[in-house]
């Protein structure tokens, strides 16, 4: 699978196998041990951030939005 | 408005389920997602994962429209909110679309848990509110997307099964390889008795 922005995508491979390691192994079963993939989910997040700004990707930081709530304009 | 809900049972247990929908991207079934990227992750005070994803999907657009409109025009994006509670035992993701807000604003919550009665399997309750703005045939179109919405989840109950069965070949083909390094040194150990 790739990532939005494409020299973005072997950082997203290291950390999603990372990750769904410690999420199958560890989390799922209650292990509350430290989180092994920090170092490669900030490599990877410095990446797909600077991806995200070049191509102007509306992301924002609000929750989900219900029915009620009006959306901004894209 | 229109909303869509559906209910579906899977027999298989909830972590399975889970770490499936995990890892739900790229399936067959799916091809029109073409990127999915982690925004945010963390696991808060009482234990649970939250995650923020974005999800980059293509329309299929025919190639000499992309090249009037540009290639990136053409894609949608979806932002995605989802929580792992792994005591409760539920998987609960929320989606929206961020992309031609002006134009339809499509709605998604998905909730994943084990069946009240048989905890081989797991319930899945699938929500959709859909609205199109601004357009007269609005209700039309949005019965016309809400069973688009519908055979797609049909589609994604189906990629659900297929990483199930990925996930379990990979688990079979490791236990394999663990039977395969374990019998050398045992037959060893026997026969030096």
Known sequence: MNSVGESCTDLKRDYDQCFNRWFAEKFLKGDRSEDPCTE????????????IKEKDIPVDGVEFMGPNKDKPES | MKIWTSEHIFHHPWETVTKAAMQKYPNPMNPSVIGVDVLDRGVDKQGRLHSKRLLSTEWGLPSIVKSIIGNSRTYTYVQEHSVVDPKEKTFELQSTNITFTNMVSVDEKLTYKPHP????????????IISVKGVSLSSYLEGVMASSISSNAGKGREAMEWVIRRLNAEIEELAATARGTIRTPMAAAVTEK
């Open chain 1, 40 to 51: 490669t989910f900030r490599k990877y997040q410095r990446c797909v951030q600077k991806a």
């Open chain 2, 117 to 128: 009665q048989d905890p081989e399997k797991t319930i899945l309750t699938q929500e959709a």
